[in-house]
């Protein structure tokens, strides 16, 4: 199973990202896999860092009541995700552009590239620093 990395967006109570599942069949497999790690390092993460107030109160959010669920503690990520197919470079863009346009729209920054996290500095000033990803043009 392969997965082209094509653009992100860390928002401050979501998340944006862009993948190309190879085959497109794979997706949910891609998606269920990245729940469960990416779940598991920040709640470690988070436990291991409740000296911090944000992070107990972070943890006491992602709580689960312990009626909800009798294996897991805590949800970090909705069950469902909504994925939707992207066919053409243009709709690439044009997705790439919403995800990077989106902390803007919220007011959080003036521009796209005041926000640090984003797929908008590979684009836009070549800068991998953060992340690499599979260019689209």
Not at 24 to 42: D, F, H, M, N
Request: charged fraction near 25%; aromatic fraction near 12%; glycine fraction near 2%.
């Amino acid at each position: 199973m392969n997965c082209l990395f094509i653009g992100w967006v860390l928002m401050p109570e979501h998340f944006h990202l862009l993948l190309k599942p190879q085959p497109a069949e794979s997706t949910p497999v891609v998606i269920k896999e990245l729940k469960e790690e990416t779940a598991r390092r920040i709640l470690k993460t988070l436990r291991e860092n409740q000296q911090y107030p944000w992070c107990q109160k972070t943890l006491g959010r992602l709580r689960l009541p312990p009626a909800v669920h009798d294996e897991s503690h805590f949800r970090l990520w909705n069950r469902r995700f909504h994925p939707f197919d992207v066919y053409s470079e243009e709709k690439v863009r044009e997705k790439l552009n919403y995800m990077h346009n989106n902390p803007v729209k919220r007011g959080l920054v003036s521009s796209p590239g005041d926000w640090p996290w984003s797929s908008w500095r590979f684009y836009f000033l070549h800068d991998a620093s953060a992340l690499r990803m599979d260019r689209v043009d």
